[in-house]
C-alpha cells in the first residue's frame, strides 16, 4: 500500500502510540555504574574532565553503591586507584587492595543483594609505567608489552578480585590468552561459579582521555596500539570475539560505544551470548561539555545516546549516565 492509505504517523501521533509500538526499551536494571575507588576517608573528589564523576574513599563508594541500588540500576563496574605503584602491578593482585578492599566493604552492605558487582582486571592503574601488562625493554630505548609473561598477573588479579567477592572478573587488557588463563586460575582455586565478562574487542581510542585521568592511568610512554585493536578493523573484531568464547567468557563488552556500534550489531548478529556495551569517558565528557553551553538539551541526548546503543544489540550497557538514566526511566 502507498500514501494516502499508508500512513506511518497514524502510530506517533500521541506519546500512549508512541510507547505502544516503541521496538527498542531501557530500563535502569540494564545499566552498570562506573566506580572510582581511591585511598583515604571521606575522599569525594570530582573528577574534572567528568562532571558529576567522583574518586571516592571505600566509605563514600559504599554510601554510592546504596543510591545506585535504590535507583534500580544493576550493578557496578569497579576501578582502583592505590596508594602506591610498581612494576609489577603488585597493588592490583594484593588482598588488601584498595578495589578488594571495596568489595569486602561492599559484600556486607544490603545494597550488594541488589547489585552486581564486576570488579575490572587489568594492570595499568597499577604500574609505574602506566602499561596493561609486564613492559620489557628492547634496544635502543625500544619496549615490548610482553604477553605471556602478563597472564600470571592478570590471573592473580581475577583470583583475588573473586577471592574478595566479585560477583564477576571482566579483563580489559587485550593480551592475547588472557580469558584461558584466568578462567584456569578461578576454577583452580574454587571460583568455577565466577563468570568472565571480557572486554573482547577494546579498541584503542581517543575516547579514552578522560578515564585516565579518573583513574591516573595514562601510560609513561608510548601507546596502547601494539595490544588494543586498530578501529578499522571489523572483522579482527569478530575474531577477538570468538577467541575469548573459545577460551571460556562468559559475556562480551564492547568499548568504546558511540563510535562502533557497528560493532555492537556485527557481534550481536553472530554471537548468542550476553553482550554489553561501555559508553566510555570521552562520549561521557564530550556531552557534557555540550550541555554546559547550552547546545544540547541534557535529558534528550543523554536517553538518545544510550537508546543507540540498546538499539545496536547491546543488552547491558555501562555508563557513566546510569544515575541520571535511571531517575528518566524510573
Not at 526499551?25 to 564523576?53: D, T
Not at 555501562?318 to 531517575?327: E, I, L, N, R, S
Request: with cysteine; glycine share 8%; net charge negative.
Amino acid at each position: 500500500m502507498e500514501y494516502p492509505i499508508t500512513r506511518l504517523r497514524r502510530l506517533r501521533r500521541t506519546e500512549p502510540l508512541r510507547n505502544l509500538v516503541r521496538e527498542t526499551h531501557l530500563e535502569p536494571g540494564a545499566l552498570i555504574y562506573p566506580l572510582f575507588i581511591c585511598e583515604g576517608e571521606a575522599v569525594r573528589r570530582e573528577i574534572p574532565s567528568m562532571p558529576g564523576v567522583f574518586n571516592l574513599s571505600v566509605d563514600e563508594a559504599v554510601k554510592e553503591a546504596e543510591a545506585v541500588a535504590s535507583l534500580g540500576i544493576g550493578g557496578l563496574l569497579l576501578f582502583g586507584l592505590p596508594a602506591a605503584k610498581d612494576e609489577q602491578a603488585s597493588g592490583a593482585w594484593a588482598e588488601d587492595g584498595i578495589v578488594q578492599r571495596g568489595l569486602r566493604a561492599l559484600k556486607i552492605t544490603a545494597a550488594a543483594k541488589k547489585l552486581v558487582l564486576i570488579a575490572d582486571v587489568c594492570l595499568c592503574e597499577y604500574t609505574s609505567h602506566g602499561h596493561c601488562g609486564i613492559v620489557k625493554q628492547e634496544k635502543e630505548g625500544a619496549f615490548e608489552v610482553d604477553n605471556d609473561s602478563s597472564l600470571a598477573l592478570l590471573s592473580k588479579t581475577a583470583v583475588s578480585l573473586a577471592d574478595a567477592g566479585a560477583d564477576i572478573v571482566a579483563p580489559s587488557d587485550m593480551m592475547d590468552g588472557r580469558v584461558a588463563a584466568i578462567r584456569d586460575h578461578l576454577d583452580e582455586e574454587g571460583h568455577e561459579q565466577t563468570p568472565i565478562l571480557s572486554y573482547a574487542s577494546k579498541f584503542a581510542s581517543a575516547f579514552y582521555g578522560p578515564f585516565r585521568e579518573a583513574a591516573d592511568s595514562a601510560p609513561q610512554f608510548g601507546d596502547r596500539r601494539s595490544y588494543q585493536m586498530d578501529g578499522a578493523n571489523l572483522r579482527e573484531a569478530m575474531r577477538e570475539i570468538d577467541l575469548d568464547l573459545a577460551e571460556g567468557a562468559d559475556m562480551i563488552l564492547m568499548k568504546p560505544a558511540m563510535p562502533y556500534l557497528d560493532v555492537i550489531r556485527a557481534a550481536r548478529e553472530r554471537f548468542d551470548v550476553p553482550i554489553g556495551a561501555y559508553q566510555v569517558s570521552g562520549e561521557y565528557s564530550m556531552l557534557q561539555a555540550a550541555f554546559a553551553k547550552d547546545w544540547l538539551d541534557p535529558e534528550r541526548a543523554m536517553m538518545e545516546s544510550l537508546l543507540s546503543i540498546r538499539r545496536a544489540g547491546a543488552g547491558f550497557i555501562v555508563t557513566y549516565f546510569a544515575k541520571d538514566a535511571a531517575k528518566v526511566l524510573a
